[in-house]
Each structure stands twice: as C-alpha cells, then as structure tokens.
C-alpha cells in the first residue's frame, strides 16, 4: 500500500511544485490521476521514485509501512516501486543484457537472493521476452538506443516483466495522442498484473483508461487533488475538460 | 645545471663507449643530433606542440643510461602472465632496448635493430632517422644521439605475418633508468602486420624513456598496431611515433594508457599516397597523479584519403588528460575525408582536462569535423539505471565502462579486446590498482 | 567555371574607399614619451591617464609582437605611424563649433547623417575619425535619464571618476602586445554607463572611420551596465583604399553588473586590401566584457568582412555566478585577406552558461581561422559550453582552419565543441540555377542561409547592411 500524506515538493532551489497531497493505493487498485499541464502530474510520478531534481519540502510517502523518502532511488525500486518512463533515456554503450542483469541482481541481493547464474540469467531474459512479445534484436542492442517511440514503450513493459514490481507507475503524459504507445503500455501492464499489484496512471486522456480501468480518479490542479471520484470522472473530464472543476474549486 | 646540460655532457664524456656499443649507421647521425639537440634545448609548455608537458621538468633528475650495455637479466618467464590470454601470438620481449632475441623467417625479420644495421645496412639507411627529424623535436635528436639499439621489423613484398607479433617492452633496472629506445617497422608493398606492444616495469625505480618509432606502410599493405601502456606511477614515458602512409593502405594505430606516472604520445601521420584509410584510436584510464598527453598529426599531402580519430579519457582523482589532435589537409589533398572526436570525462573536483583539436584545410572539396567534449556523466541515465534498481554506484561503473568501451570495442584483435574490457571493468570496480602480470603487483 | 568567377571578384569595388578632403592636424611620425605627453596634453587629460599610458608605453616596450596566430603579419614599422590625426581642427584656429560640411557629408556618404533629424530611427551615434570623436547625437535625450554616451575624451574630462574607476580593469595593459600599445596611444572612442534599472531607450552606435593617410588608430570604448541595466551597442568602421597598410589597434572594455545585459554588434568593414593584397587595414583588436554580476549577460556578435588583417578575440569572463555569454561570428576572408579570429570563455562563477556559433567563409586565397578557449575553472561549478564552429571553402586557393583550445578543472562542466568544414556543392548549385537563380545569387543566398544563425542576432537596421555585405564581399567566388 501506498499513502502519501501532504506532500509538498519544489524543484531544487525552484518553485514548489506540489502543494500538499494525500493518496492513497491500496494493494490491488488503479488509480488514474488527470489534470492540466503542469499541473504536477509528473512531478508526484517523480519525486514518488526519487528522481534527484525534486526535493521534499513536507510531507510523507511510505510504502508498505515504510518510509520512501528515506530511500535512495534504487531501494525503492527494490521495494518494488517502478515507473514507465514517459520518454525513456537511451543509453548508448550499455546492452540490455548488461543493463537488465544489473538491476535483476541488485534486486535479488536487496532481497538476500543470490545472483542469478549467467544461464539461468539468459532464461529469463528469453520467457519474459516471449512474454510480453519485444523482438530479440532489440534486447541485443544498448539501452534504448535508436528505438522507435513504440519500441522503447515495449521496452519499458519487458523491464516491468523483468522486475516484477508491485506498485507501477505509468506516466503517459504527453504521449495521449500516440495510441500505440498507450495501447502497448496498457496491455502489457494488464498482461502482466497480478491481483494485488496496484498502479498510478498519469494521463491528461481519458483514452489510456479505455485499455487500463481505474478504480479511483484524481484530478490535480496546481498542485493540490481537487477532485476524486470514480471512473465516471474521467469520462466526464473527456466530454467537458477541466474548467468546471476549477470553477468548482474555486 | 639546466635539463639539457647533464646530457650534453654525458653525450661529450661517453661518445666512445656509445659509438663502441652500437651500428655505424646509428652512429653516423648522433654527432648531428646532439648537435641539434644542443641548438633547440628542451621544448618549453610555450611551445604550441608541448603546451600541455613539461618535457624539461621529466628530463632534469640524474638517471642513469646503460650505455656501456652491461647486460640486464630477465626471467621472461616470470611476466608471461602478462601474455593476452587466448591470443596465438609470436612473443618478443625487449628488455630496456634490447630485443632479447632476433629472427629471419620467411624473409620476415624480427630483432635488434643493430643487428639488421650489420646485415642490410642499404635498407636500414634509407630509412633509419628519415621521419623522425631531430631538427624539429629535441626528443628526436636526444634518442638519435644516445639510443644505441631498439627494434625492427621487415615484412618484404606481399608477405603477411601470420601470427600477430606481441613485443613485450620490459624495464628493469636496479637504479633509475633513462632507456633510448628505437623502433623501425618497414612494410614493403602488400605486407600484412599486426602488432601489439606492451610496456611493463619491473622494478620500483623511476624509469625515463624515449621511444621513437617509424613506420615505412609501402603501397597497399595493411597494418593494424596496438600499443598498451601498464607500467607504474614512477615511469615516464616519451614516445614520438611516425608513419608514412604509401598508396592503398589501411593503416591503424591504438593507444592505450592504463598505468603510467607520465605520458606523451606524439603520432604523426603522413598521407603520401591516395585511396589510403587510417584510423588513430586511444583511450586513457587515468586516476591518482598520471598523466597522459595524447598529441596527434594527421597530415593530408595526397587526394582520396580517409582518416578517422577516435579518442576517450576517463580522467580521476588528480590526473591530467590532455588530447591535441591536428588535421592539416593540404592544397592538394581534395576529397579529403576526416573525422576527429575526443571526448572525455572529468569524474573528480581535482582532475584535470585539456583538448585541443585543430582542422588547419586548404582543400575546398573535402569533409572534416571534429567534435571534442568534455562532461559528466548523463544525469538522466543514472536516474533511471537506479529507477530499475542499479545502485548508483554500479550504474555510474556501467556508463563509464560504456564510454571506454567505444574505443575498445573498435580493437579488431578479439582477445585483446576481451582483455581490455576486463582489465577496465575491474579498475573502474576499483577492484584492481595495478595489472595482475608484473611482477611487481603480486 | 569555378575560375572565371574567382576572377571576377577581383574586379569587385570597396564602396567605402574614397578619402575625405579635409583639413587634418597630424602629428609627426614616430612613437615615443614626448609623443604620449603631446597627445595627453592636446586632448587636456589628467596627471593620472598620462601615468597610466606612460606606464603601458613603457611595459609595450619591454614586449615584441606576438606571432602565434596563423597569420602572416607584416612587420609593422611603428616610428612610421603618425599616432594622432584631429579632421576636426581648424586652420586657422578659429573657435568656431561648427563641424566641417565635409565631416558631415562623409558620414552621410557612409550612411552615418549626424544630424539628429535624419539619424536611422532609435539609434544615437558617436562618429569617430581618425583619433577624434565629430559628433555624438541624442546625447542630452539620452542623459534625461541618467545614460551617459559621450567619446572617451568627453568622459575623461566631464566624468573623470567614472573613467578612472573602470579603464583598465577588464583589459589591463599588460594583456598583450597591442593593448599595451592602445593603453600608451590611445585617442579617442566611446563611453557609455547606463545607471541602475535602466533600459536604454535606443540603440547606442560608434562609427569609426580612418581618413588621413599614414596614421594608426587606436580607439578605446567602454561600456558599464550597472546593476539590472541593458544596453544594445553597435560599432561599424571603414577606411579609404590606401596602398600602404593602417594600423588599427583598439581595445573594448564591458563591465555588466548583476542582472545587467549587454549586446555588442559589430559590423567590420575595414577596407581589406586590394585583389593583389596590397594595403588594407591590420585589424589588431582586444575586445572583453566582465561578466562581474550574478545573472549578468553579454552577447557579442560580429560580422567580420574586412581588414587585410583581422586578429580579434572578443571575450567573456564569466565570474558572478549564472551569468551567460554569447559570441556569434561570421568572418568572410576573400582575395589575400587573414583573420584569425574567435572568443575566449572564461567560466570562474557556478552555473555559468556560454554559447558560441561561429561561421567562417573564405574565398579567394585568404585565409580563415576560428580560435578559441573554453576555460573552465576549478570553481565554476555546473559549467556549460556549446561551441560549434563551420567552415565554408569557396574555391581551391584558400585555407579554412579552427584551433579551439579547452580547458576543464571542474568535474561538474559540461563543454561540447564541434567543428565541419564543407563547400558549396555543384548540387546545390544546379538547383538554384534549375529555378532559374545566377551562380553568383545562388552563392549569396547558400552564404546567407549558412550565415543565418548569427545575422539573426544582429539588429534589424545592422542584419540588413550585414547581409548586402555578405553577398558583395562574396560576389563571383564560386568554388
């Protein structure tokens, strides 16, 4: 479960981003979370996962009892924390083979396991490619690099595969108008869910919701969750937009 | 006393007993040389080509030279493990100077140059001291008047040596050494090489070299050179290699500095004959106090010729990397094609960064570039290694691997190219201060 | 083909090359003290500047030319120049304040009114001839609010506090050989402060102009932006067409406090010599802004079309912390022309920014060089440069070089420089000539177009000028 209590954050030694949020996943649920641009949709995804360009003013984020924000970016990964990246960073020189037995063995040393023999290592990289469908000459290559935008979408989904995390977050901010994209993302993360993962789900369209059903929706505007319903929400923000819960809000 | 003093004297007060130890031939141009040396003195950090070296500051201690060539023993055995697992080599270890052995076969020799000066003192003339001018580099003129051995290499016409040759430069001394070394490759047209040199030291002493090494590459021959540098925090190392590149060659050359205290690599290439392709690699590890100073010529004389350079610094704690690297393309060399990249990274507060390319055209119809940066590690990618759960510290291993890895993975010399990535891996762990083979790091 | 342009360029005119006739008083050949002191005296200065060009003078003389640009500098004969020439002075003395009509129609000529009414919209001018300012106009519109922009000699003399707070500072005479020799010599240029949070309401301009054969000059300009200030500075120059060589030594010193911005646009036109390479202006110039402020900017731009010799680095020290700085260049060297030109980025604050674009094209049997450093120190925190330098070789005679130099004590820098060097192609050539458009248009528009990014940072009035000057100096060098 996740619980983040009045969180404020601000890009380092920048304006405050997030001005107080609470949410709460519990195991097993899909909450989307809707809003305008710069709303600080991006920024909840990336201070979640501890990207360094954000700090924590107040507040709380624990997963599963226990404090993220004490966490560096790789244990709470290991915890079992994963975020589809929006737009993926290549990473030129580094194969996916390397890569990827990187973060599988860091994870199992974080959780007392040993490291994966080389072979057995292979094999896993084979069943979850066949799994989730991504072509093998795009594993042979570095990370990410020279992938098309729906390759590294898939890409994103075989890490997932890969990592087996518990809570996912999908940030699908800008790419609403590529359905591919989003379709590769959904049904990857829908092929992949087991009962009790839970996810966030960041889109600025109801779309994405079409492939992934939400339990819960959250708008956010300027920093605050000004709005949480059920799935009709996301329905009535497609027909309406956002103006008449600002107004609402105001 | 100034730097150049101790040497003038020396040369004054031993020019018997050197002339006594060595080739006519060689001794033929060591009074002109010294002459030379005495006119230019040592380079000056005002001088363009040595900005970044302080050639005077390497050459003022008092070391001593084995001019009278008492003969310095060698157990080969002992640095065998310095050998590139995997690698069917032809192994040659040259002690000092000295090649500890020489051989003919197949027309091909191998072994002292000294030696072969006796022998075929024709060929030797028309090319010994032709590249290296000892009126343009004092560290040319210095080797040429007190170097009384080295290395040569003969591949007759349309012979190829089957077997890459791995010359093992072993120095050993009991006290502090200056070692002249001279190297002489002449590949007639169509011969086919591939060479790989170690330099290794023995012993914890400071050891000063000069290496200057040509290169003759005869018409449509093809040769593929590797230099790898494991030496240790007390050797300096001053190497001027020259190459004149004929019609039709595929020539490359690779330079790498993993363990020295302090290096400068000067590579001057001349294009003399069209279709010609030459590529320049290097990479440098450099960490604690080393220094490495990459200095490069490639020089268009000729049209239709390609060149490429390719090279990375890995630069940390308070080491100094330095890359100048010119292109001259002259009036005549159109369709000139050449590329030039350096790329560093500076991993420390302390460490230190110098690159300098130079494009110097006077061919319209020719396609340069170069590209040179100096950076950190990508931010975004760390993030997201550690996002997939890497531990920073693993993730900044990978990416810094990754950069090298460029240069090493273009090595055509498969074993070598293993041994690198692992030698380099294992120092970017920091699981590994010096290298397994010497002796000394056992 | 390509030849018969390469000819033809040769017949191109210097449309700035007539001489003015008008009467100059020239002081004798020759440099030494009593040369320093009759020019400190003729202009009236204070015991503390003679002092200080005595000082410079005298430092000058313990230094020889430097040699290391890829340049073949003419040996200059410096008891050969005559160091002051005043077009303004009357015959017969008479104390009349009148400007000489033939002043006036020269700048007219030379598209420069200096009649206030007339002046190009929004842009004051400080005319400079020879060793003396003619005219500055908008001067008292300007000083409503608090602007000073008056010549250097003005300033000396009406603001003498100011001056001696700030010459010297940024470029020191000590610098290097040519400064040494300005700071000894030098006569007259422009100063300009722009008091705090102040937005300078026009365009400000100096046009230098060489008349009087046989004299050097060596103008001085200095420019303070104080805190939370901007100025946007233009400087434009000619010279007659002269057999002999003039020497043109000047020094441009910038001090931008916080949050303050400055532009400096240069548009050079020197005249360059003949097809033969005979005569033209030595260009030998020290130019350097001092970033002094936090958040502080300057931005030089230049378009560099004359001089037989062009040796000029325009540079940015870059100490209060976020400051930015910008240098944009096009140099075009055509027939025996040499400039070896570029910048000096020289990052000491933290999270300091510089960008520099630089686009060289030479023709003829000219020789282009871009030279450049990026320096960034132990301190300079977050650092970043961008360099990216492009040749464009128009024929077979000429020489394209780049000589960057970069320098990096800092592990949190980030310095990128890339370099090409390419020609215009027969393809795009053939193109322009299917749609119908000359060889000789066609080269002028591939230039322009290649030249765009950094005429796009010039001023609209100045892009203009830059462009038609681009295509004219270019004219018929197809390679």
């Known amino acids: ?250 | 006393m100034s730097s150049e003093s101790q040497y003038i004297e020396l040369y004054r007060e031993c020019r018997s007993m050197i002339h006594q130890h060595s080739a006519p031939l060689m001794n033929a141009l060591r009074d002109e040389a010294m002459a030379d040396f005495e006119a230019q003195g040592f380079p000056s950090q005002k001088v363009e080509r040595y900005k970044y070296t302080n050639v005077a500051e390497a050459f003022a201690p008092n070391y001593g030279v084995n001019l009278n060539r008492v003969n310095i023993p060698a157990d080969t055995a002992e640095v065998f493990k310095c050998d590139v697992p995997n690698l069917s080599t032809n192994l040659l270890f040259v002690v000092n100077d000295k090649p500890l052995a020489s051989s003919t076969r197949d027309g091909i020799y191998i072994g002292s140059l000294c030696d072969f000066a006796m022998q075929h003192p024709d060929v030797l003339q028309q090319h010994y001291a032709q590249l290296a001018s000892t009126k343009a580099d004092a560290i040319n003129a210095l080797n040429t008047a007190l170097a009384q051995d080295g290395l040569l290499i003969f591949i007759p016409r349309n012979k190829r040596m089957e077997k890459t040759l791995q010359v093992v430069n072993l120095l050993r001394s009991g006290v502090d050494m200056l070692v002249n070394r001279r190297v002489l490759i002449i590949m007639e047209e169509g011969a086919e090489a591939t060479l790989l040199f170690c330099d290794h030291a023995m012993d914890q002493v400071n050891f000063l070299t000069t290496q200057v090494c040509e290169i003759f590459c005869g018409n449509n021959s093809r040769l593929d050179m590797y230099e790898l540098e494991e030496t240790h925090t007390s050797c300096r190392r001053f190497s001027n290699l020259y190459i004149k590149v004929g019609t039709d060659c595929t020539v490359s050359h690779n330079n790498i500095t993993l363990f020295n205290g302090e290096t400068r690599n000067t590579t001057d290439v001349l294009l003399m004959g069209e279709n010609s392709e030459v590529t320049l690699n290097g990479c440098v590890v450099a960490d604690k106090n080393q220094r490495v100073d990459n200095n490069t010529l490639i020089d268009h004389q000729v049209p239709n010729c390609t060149s490429n350079e390719l090279f990375k610094y890995v630069v940390d704690d308070s080491a100094v990397g330095a890359f100048a690297g010119r292109i001259l393309v002259r009036p005549d060399a159109q369709k000139t094609s050449s590329q030039e990249t350096n790329a560093n990274l500076c991993a420390s507060p302390t460490a230190h960064v110098y690159t300098q390319p130079m494009l110097e055209i006077y061919a319209d119809d020719v396609k340069c570039s170069h590209g040179s940066t100096v950076g950190v590690l990508d931010a975004s990618a760390l993030f997201y290694m550690q996002q997939r759960g890497i531990p920073i510290d693993e993730a900044r291993m990978l990416l810094k691997f990754a950069f090298a890895g460029q240069v090493i993975d273009a090595i055509r010399l498969e074993p070598l190219r293993d041994r690198l990535h692992y030698l380099i891996e294992k120092r970017f762990r920091g699981e590994l201060n010096k290298c397994t083979g010497c002796a000394l790091c056992k | 083909m390509a030849n018969e342009f390469v000819k033809k360029v040769a017949e191109e005119k210097y449309k700035f090359g007539f001489t003015t006739d008008v009467h100059t008083e020239i002081i004798d050949k020759g440099l030494n003290e009593d040369v320093i002191r009759l020019i400190s005296s003729k202009k009236g200065e204070p015991d503390w500047l003679l002092e200080f060009r005595l000082q410079a003078f005298r430092y000058w003389q313990t230094q020889t030319q430097p040699t290391w640009g890829h340049l073949r500098l003419p040996d200059i004969d410096y008891q050969a120049i005559s160091y002051y020439a005043d077009p303004t002075k009357k015959k017969d003395n008479a104390q009349s304040k009148e400007i000489d009509p033939e002043l006036m129609k020269t700048f007219d000529k030379l598209g420069i009114p200096l009649e206030e009414r007339l002046a190009l919209s929004g842009t004051a001018v400080d005319a400079v001839m020879d060793s003396v300012s003619v005219k500055t106009t908008f001067k008292e519109k300007l000083s409503e609010k608090g602007i000073i922009f008056c010549s250097i000699s003005e300033a000396v003399k009406k603001h003498p506090d100011l001056v001696r707070q700030y010459l010297g500072q940024v470029v020191p005479y000590r610098d290097n050989y040519f400064a040494a020799l300005n700071s000894a010599v030098f006569s007259d240029g422009s100063f300009v402060y722009i008091p705090k949070n102040t937005r300078c309401p026009m365009e400000l301009s100096t046009y230098f102009r060489i008349n009087a054969r046989n004299t050097g000059q060596f103008e001085r300009t200095l420019i303070v932006c104080d805190e939370g200030s901007y100025v946007s500075y233009l400087e434009g120059c000619t010279a007659p067409m002269r057999d002999e060589n003039q020497l043109h030594a000047a020094i441009v010193e910038i001090m931008v406090m916080d949050n303050a911005e400055v532009k400096y646009s240069t548009v050079q036109n020197w005249y360059p010599g003949d097809a033969e390479g005979k005569g033209g202006v030595l260009n030998l110039v020290t130019k350097r802004g001092l970033l002094k402020g936090a958040n502080s900017k300057l931005s030089w731009t230049q378009v560099e079309t004359g001089s037989a010799i062009t040796w000029k680095y325009p540079s940015c020290v870059l100490q209060g912390d976020n400051s930015q700085a910008e240098f944009y260049s096009v140099a075009v060297t055509n027939n025996f022309q040499q400039a070896d030109t570029g910048t000096k980025m020289i990052h000491i604050g933290k999270n300091t920014r510089s960008t520099i674009i630089s686009k060289g094209i030479s023709a003829g049997r000219s020789e282009n060089s871009y030279r450049g450093l990026v320096r960034v120190g132990r301190k300079a925190d977050n650092a970043r440069n961008y360099s990216s330098c492009d040749s464009l070789l128009l024929g077979s005679l000429c020489g394209a070089h780049t000589f960057p130099y970069m320098d990096v004590q800092n592990n949190t820098a980030t310095v990128e420089h890339e370099a090409t060097t390419s020609k215009i192609s027969e393809d795009q050539l053939l193109y322009c000539n299917q749609r119908g458009i000359s060889t000789e248009e066609a080269v002028g528009l591939i230039v322009n177009g290649y030249a765009k990014e950094v005429l796009n940072k010039l001023p609209m009035e100045f892009a203009v000028e830059a462009q038609k000057l681009l295509s004219v100096s270019l004219e018929g060098t197809v390679g």
Request: proline fraction near 3%; charge should be negative; charged fraction near 30%.
């Open chain 1, 1 to 250: 479960m996740l619980e983040i209590k009045n969180l404020h954050a601000a890009v380092v030694g920048g304006k405050e981003i997030l001005k107080g949020i609470d949410l709460t996943i519990r195991d097993g649920e899909i909450h989307a979370l809707m809003g305008t641009n710069g709303a600080g949709k991006s920024t909840l995804s990336k201070v979640i996962v501890g990207d360094p360009s954000y700090e924590v003013t107040e507040g709380t984020i624990t997963f599963n009892g226990a404090d993220v924000l004490a966490m560096k970016t790789e244990e709470r990964a290991h915890a079992g924390i994963f975020m589809s990246f929006q737009q993926p960073v290549e990473i030129p020189g580094v194969s996916m083979t390397n890569f990827m037995r990187a973060a599988v063995n860091a994870r199992r040393k974080a959780l007392g396991l040993e490291a994966l023999k080389s072979t057995d290592f292979l094999k896993l990289m084979r069943d979850k490619r066949k799994l989730v469908d991504i072509d093998n000459k795009l594993v042979n290559r570095s990370v990410n690099e020279g992938f098309s935008g729906g390759e590294k979408k898939r890409n994103e989904i075989f890490q997932m595969a890969m990592l087996e995390p518990s809570f996912c977050i999908l940030d699908e901010t800008d790419s609403g108008l590529d359905v591919d994209a989003l379709r590769i993302v959904a049904e990857g993360f829908n092929k992949l869910r087991k009962p009790d993962t839970s996810a966030l789900v960041i889109t600025h369209y109801q779309r994405l919701l079409d492939y992934i059903r939400p339990d819960i929706v959250h708008v956010l505007l300027d920093g605050r969750i000004v709005k949480t319903a059920g799935p009709e929400l996301a329905l009535q923000i497609e027909e309406q937009g956002f103006d008449w819960i600002k107004d609402e809000t105001k």
